[in-house]
């Protein structure tokens, strides 16, 4: 990804390469500096342009990525639209990644018919609005299929809108389509993928099915997610150029040693860490004054020191030498993940976890609250797997 010629970003970077805890490379350098920008990297003059439809598009993870990874094989990148029902997400992504156009309104109502019909009048208003375009991205609402949703998660009518994302390729038919979803959606009853499959595959689309770990790519993170990628290259391409992006795994204190000492100021809510209750702060500190990475059940609540549980990380201390875990909307808690600073008696703050998301520091969060700053990131796409899909989409069709 695009490096960086700040002095202080060279600084930080310096200062983090001498950390014990971390084995360096070029391609590790190379990405540490790209996240630790302050500035966006100035981008030259392309003669191509790669343009973008982004639905269900969060604060812009996947869509970042693309940018990346068309800016880096000499193209140029537009989005012409973004939609997220959330207005805090999509005023970060607008902010950021400055798209023709940005609609909060729920998609399925612009997008109206099922696939196969003839275009609505929204429909037909919506693709002239837009034109032509090369990417296709979202990630359709994901809790109805993650597996932290135990009771509903395979019956849950969120998981009908996957499915608009195969009309919206019918109405758009662009070269590449990229759904981004929690790897138990695969197993959804109403088959949502398989179903989206087959829709697109009768319009000519060739599809790759695949579950990616954000660890295996360079993010500091062990973060599975599943990815629906259709083309009109060769998808047996797309699989061996994805293979060939893989990195050794990257450990938490790579992404976040040059941050640890910056939580000083609270007012400061993306680079303070969450006030914790006293009980929790008695079981941060229990960790640390016995060098320990995971809590007793002794030590834990009732739910926990009593009854078979399998939440061993959860009120976990991070191990410096490895790759975070999935960062989630709870990161700020002890008793939601194993979210506590490898060498702080504190959980992650916003910044921290951005970084372990693999956003750069230019990517402003604004001035969301705690809570919103949490699901901004928690719920975010890691862009470098945004890179990693687009890269090996675009070459496949050179």
Request: net charge positive.
């Amino acid at each position: 990804m695009i490096g960086c010629e700040t002095h202080s970003t060279k600084l930080r970077v310096l200062k983090a390469a001498t950390d014990k805890n971390v084995e360096w490379d070029l391609s590790s350098i190379f990405d540490i500096a790209w996240l630790a920008n302050s500035k966006p990297p100035s981008l030259g003059t392309y003669s191509r342009q790669i343009a973008t439809v982004d639905l269900f598009a969060g604060c812009g993870g996947l869509s970042l990525g693309i940018a990346e990874a068309a800016h880096s094989l000499g193209l140029s990148h537009s989005i012409k639209l973004a939609c997220d029902i959330d207005e805090a997400a999509l005023a970060v992504y607008s902010n950021n990644l400055s798209p023709g156009a940005a609609l909060t309104d729920p998609i399925e109502r612009l997008i109206d018919r099922p696939f196969g019909k003839r275009l609505s009048s929204s429909e037909k208003s919506l693709l002239g609005a837009v034109g032509e375009i090369d990417f296709l991205v979202g990630g359709p609402p994901c809790q109805g299929h993650s597996d932290l949703n135990n009771h509903t998660r395979r019956n849950d009518p969120r998981n009908d809108l996957y499915g608009v994302m195969s009309r919206a390729g019918q109405i758009f038919q662009p070269r590449c389509i990229l759904i981004e979803n929690v790897p138990g959606v695969q197993h959804a009853k109403n088959q949502v993928v398989q179903r989206t499959v087959r829709e697109l595959e009768s319009i000519g689309y060739q599809f790759v099915s695949i579950v990616l770990n954000a660890a295996d790519f360079g993010v500091a993170q062990n973060r599975k997610r599943h990815f629906t990628i259709g083309t009109t290259g060769a998808p047996d391409r797309i699989t061996r150029l994805i293979n060939s992006l893989k990195r050794s795994p990257r450990p938490v204190w790579w992404a976040i040693g040059d941050l640890s000492d910056e939580d000083a100021d609270p007012v400061d809510v993306f680079r303070s860490a969450a006030v914790h209750s006293k009980e929790n702060f008695r079981r941060i500190n229990y960790l640390f004054d016995n060098s320990l990475h995971e809590l007793p059940n002794e030590e834990r609540p009732d739910c926990h020191k009593y009854k078979d549980h399998s939440y061993k990380s959860v009120y976990g201390r991070m191990y410096p030498d490895r790759p975070s875990p999935t960062i989630t909307s709870g990161f700020g808690s002890t008793g939601q993940g194993r979210f506590v600073h490898p060498y702080r008696k504190r959980t992650l703050t916003p910044h921290e976890a951005a970084r372990v998301q693999f956003f750069p520091d230019w990517f402003s969060f604004s001035d969301a609250g705690r809570r919103q700053l949490q699901k901004l990131i928690g719920n975010a796409v890691p862009p470098k797997l945004g890179y990693v899909l687009a890269l090996s989409l675009l070459e496949s069709l050179t």
